[in-house]
């Protein structure tokens, strides 16, 4: 199961990358680092979460002291109404498990 989590995430993204034309590089961090990076994130990055077994993108709308605020890409996608009106789910940070900055994405390491 776990190897196919991993070739998933790797053809995402590689597809990106493609897509992109540009080469995405990922970083290997400590929780402790993942959750600093998370504390200087702005509305609209994009992070990986796992919630009951369960993986998904989704882009953050806010950063707070408890955890991040986000909307999950499938709902935006599929969004038909104005800009705001998607209103967003606060994840805790250890469900966290991937942060994308700037094409860089940073992958938390197992505990």
């Known amino acids: 199961m ?3 989590v991993i070739r998933a995430l790797l053809t995402a993204v590689l597809y990106k990358r493609d897509t992109l034309g ?3 590089s990922v970083v290997n961090v400590t929780m402790g680092e993942l959750h600093e990076k998370l ?5 609209g990055e994009r992070v990986l979460i796992e919630h009951d077994g369960n993986r998904f993108s ?3 709308q806010h950063v707070g002291m408890t955890g991040v605020k986000v909307i999950p890409e499938t709902l935006i996608k599929n969004s038909t109404g ?3 009106d998607v209103e967003g789910v606060t994840v805790p940070y250890d469900e ?3 942060l ?3 094409g860089v994405v940073y992958s ?3 505990n």
Not at 39 to 43: E, F, L, Q, S
């Open 2 to 4: 776990k190897s196919l």
């Open 22 to 24: 540009a080469q995405m």
């Open 39 to 43: 504390a200087k994130c702005i509305a």
């Open 58 to 60: 989704a882009r953050i």
């Open 82 to 84: 104005d800009p705001g």
């Open 96 to 98: 966290i498990w991937e």
């Open 100 to 102: 994308e900055v700037k």
């Open 108 to 110: 938390r390491l197992p």
